[in-house]
């Protein structure tokens, strides 16, 4: 296996190219990365197995992108490249536009270009739970039958780059599967996503801004339990246990809302309680998500792994304990998006 992972510098990719050189008839791992705001160098520095290599560029620069698929003779992508913020898609949907979708394209057609001269690719595109809509109180998790209903401009984006990778296999006969997954939680990830950004600003003394009531639930999933479902995902797709053209839903049957999650991590920072500071809601914020893993666990034989509370404990520490990545990545711009974001609460 010769595998690209696009976005491997991001939080995801970065633990998805580690447990992929675990794999022991990996013979390359090439991370193709733009190092856009949340793409983080450091995130791989230490990787030193001659296996990997990293190059700083777009999948949109379609060039490159061949020139990759024939000099390192790729026979899988692990596609995670994405703007990834819903926040952000609010305020400018155009590069998740750009990236989500005209970069997926882009990855497609260069697919289909291989494959016509005798080189298939297997894709693993990356997708969200979000792309399912919202559920209500009682209703059961989302399925991989779930009718794509996506509310707001990130899921929409996603949704499209799903339906494209759907239409090419069954237009053009190449060989994908469709992950599925809930939120992520784990070191190394951006401190505009909930956990980190209540983490830092809770040990840093300060508000700890928590949108509406506080009451939306999300089926939290630590990053390493879904970069494996990742990787089964793909030796699934090659060994034929998933058919082309599937999707594979990944969850943890961890549903639990904003507002506890805030008040687990103020216990563990030694925080107080007044740093929550309720700030006017999400517009469209969705109000729950939950993920049925059952396919999953039947073709694949994956299932999560890591307890909540001792995963989420384990990663307030590591954000405790990796100051220096905090402070490399916390950088003047990001200070800046954060007042614009949430105003002077913060
Ligand atoms: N974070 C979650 O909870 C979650 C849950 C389900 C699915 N996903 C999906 O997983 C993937 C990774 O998410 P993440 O949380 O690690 O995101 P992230 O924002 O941390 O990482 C995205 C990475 O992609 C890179 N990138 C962006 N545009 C690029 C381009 N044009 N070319 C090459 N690289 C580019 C960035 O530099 C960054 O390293 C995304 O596709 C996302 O939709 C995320």
């Known amino acids: ?37 949340s793409g983080h160098p450091q995130n791989c520095f230490d990787i030193e197995d001659s296996r990997y290599h990293f190059i700083h560029g777009s999948i949109n620069e379609e060039s490159l992108l061949k ?43 260069s697919i289909v270009e291989f494959k016509r001269l005798g080189q298939d690719i297997h894709l693993i595109h990356v997708s969200t739970d979000e792309v399912y809509g919202s559920l209500n109180p009682e209703d059961p998790p989302f399925t991989e039958k779930t009718s794509l209903n996506p509310r707001n401009p990130y899921a929409a984006t996603k949704a499209a780059s799903d339906m494209l990778v759907q239409s090419f296999v069954n237009t053009h ?40 009531d506080g009451k939306q639930i999300r089926d939290w999933i630590h990053v390493v339990d879904h970069s494996n479902g990742i990787l089964c995902a793909m030796l699934g797709l090659i060994m034929g246990r998933l058919s082309t053209g599937e999707v594979i839903n990944f969850g943890a049957s961890n549903e639990v ?75 003047g711009q990001y200070r800046e998006w954060l007042t614009n974001q949430y105003g002077e609460t913060i």
């Open 67 to 109: 020139e990759i698929f024939q000099t390192e003779q790729i026979s899988v992508i692990l596609h995670l490249a994405a703007e990834s913020h819903v926040d952000r898609s609010i305020n400018s949907v155009k590069p998740f536009i750009e990236t989500n979708i005209e970069g997926t394209r882009i990855i497609l057609e």
């Open 257 to 331: 809302e904003n507002i506890e999650i805030v008040e687990k991590i103020i216990h563990l920072t030694n925080a107080d309680k007044s740093q929550i500071k309720y700030v006017k809601d999400r517009p469209g914020h969705d109000r729950r998500y939950a993920m049925g893993f059952q396919k999953a666990k039947k073709i694949l034989g994956w299932y999560p792994e890591i307890e909540w509370s001792e995963g989420l404990a384990k990663t307030v520490e590591w954000y405790k304990e990796n100051s220096e990545w905090v402070e490399s990545i916390t950088s």
């Open 173 to 212: 006969d190449i060989s994908a599967v469709i992950t599925r997954c809930s939120n992520n939680y784990g070191p190394n990830q951006f401190p505009e996503k909930l956990i980190p950004l209540m983490t830092l600003n809770a040990m840093n003394g300060d508000n700890l801004p928590v949108y509406g």
């Open 1 to 37: 296996m010769r595998i690209l992972v696009t976005g491997g510098c991001g939080f995801i990719g970065s633990h998805v190219v580690r447990q992929a050189l675990m794999i022991p008839n990996v013979e390359r791992v090439i991370n193709l990365d733009a190092l856009t705001y």
